[in-house]
C-alpha cells in the first residue's frame, strides 16, 4: 500500500505532499450545489464583488477542509487506514480563491495503540494548507484509526 502504517508513524514526522490543487469555479459552484449551500459568498460574484470584504467568491471552506484531507491520501493513508475518527480545531486563516493552488503538509502529532484492536493504533495529525505564496489557508487536526503493519 502507499499509505504508511501505524508503525512507520512517528510523532514528529511532516510529509510534504507532493500533489497540489488548482481550486476551479466548477469545483467551488459545484461543491456548493452538491451540498445545498446556497451561501452568496461561494456562489454569487455580484453579491461578492459588492457586499464582501474578499471583493470576489471564496472557495467553500468544507470543500477546502475535504481536498486538504484528499491530498494527504496517497502518501499517508492509502489502504491503511481503518476509520477517520474526528476532525478538530478546524481553522481558515485565509480564503481560497478560484485559480489558488493548494499544497500540503502533514504533521504526526500524536500516537498511541488501540486498547481495544491490537491490530490497529491511533494517530493524530495535524494537516496545514497554504496557496501557491506559501499563504496558511487552513490548519486542521484529524484523528484516525490506523493498521498496524
Known sequence: MAGKYFDELQVGDVIKHSRGRTLTEMD???FSALTMNTQPLHINEDFAQKETE????IVNGIFTLGLVVG?????LTEGTI????????VRHPHPLFHGDTLYV????IEKRPSRSKPDRGIVRFRHIGRNQAGVIVIEVERTALMLKK
Open 28 to 30: 467551488n459552484v459545484l
Open 54 to 57: 474578499f471583493g470576489q467568491r
Open 71 to 75: 491530498i494527504s491520501v496517497p502518501e
Open 82 to 89: 481503518v476509520a477517520n475518527l474526528s476532525y478538530e480545531n
Open 105 to 108: 503538509e502533514s504533521e504526526v
